[in-house]
């Protein structure tokens, strides 16, 4: 039988594709090199061509959330259900159809261990400076059609995303319930008022950050 000869950008794919598989389903502190080895039917030499350690892989696969959470949130702006609507309808789907989180839990907890703190920290700013400009173009509309007001719509996205990120998460800090109610009650008022956006108008957010 011929060798499959797989180029590097696919076998770099494939290594991730499994590791996310096995990092979501069976945990990353469980799961091993070896066991992705065997799950690809691959040598030690190929995995650790690509990846120097987990750790490495893990940084990979965190990226690849990233990456494809950017492409649904341009697909999803893009449609044709999404992209005539106004600012503030598209604001409500950016955020109420934002499942990322959700659909990769076990993988993101990892990133709450006192050692990859330094990775968490890097791939927040990394998620920021993809998705920000997709925001920001939802509050460059916004101020086109009169309900947002501002001179920094790109600015204005980063300081929100990192803002609500930074301070609902417990891997940055174990805030306590209260605390995290506190903030998510101001986050309403203080993005209504970064946007220059009238009382109540995105009322919305508080409703999506607080559900179950």
């Known amino acids: 039988m011929a060798r499959i000869v797989k180029n ?3 076998r770099r794919g494939e290594i991730i594709s499994a590791a996310r598989e096995l990092f979501q389903t069976k945990d990353y502190d469980k799961t091993t ?9 691959i040598a030690k030499g190929t995995i650790y061509h690509y990846f120097s350690s987990k750790e490495d892989l893990l940084e990979a696969v965190i990226e690849d959330i990233v990456d494809e959470e950017l492409r649904r949130k341009q697909e999803l702006m893009n449609s044709d259900r999404v992209k005539k609507l106004p600012a503030l309808e598209k604001l409500k789907v ?9 659909e990769n839990d076990r993988i993101l907890d990892s990133l ?7 990775m968490h920290t890097k ?14 173009s939802i509050f460059i509309q916004g101020c086109e059609e009169g309900v947002f007001k501002t001179d ?16 609902t998460d417990k891997g940055f800090y174990p805030w306590t319930e209260g605390q995290l109610e506190r903030r998510v009650r101001a986050f309403t008022s203080l993005i209504e008022a970064q946007l220059g956006a009238a009382e109540g108008s995105l009322s919305f957010i508080y409703d999506q950050i607080i559900s179950p």
């Open 152 to 167: 920094y719509p790109l600015e204005s996205a980063e300081f929100i995303l990192a803002g609500v990120q930074f301070l």
């Open 123 to 136: 791939q927040l700013g990394r998620y920021i400076v993809k998705l920000a400009p997709i925001w920001a």
């Open 112 to 118: 709450h261990h006192h050692e990859n703190t330094e």
């Open 33 to 41: 090199m070896q066991d992705i080895m065997n799950k690809l039917g």
């Open 8 to 10: 590097a950008d696919e």
């Open 94 to 102: 950016i955020i109420t159809e934002d499942t990322i989180a959700e």
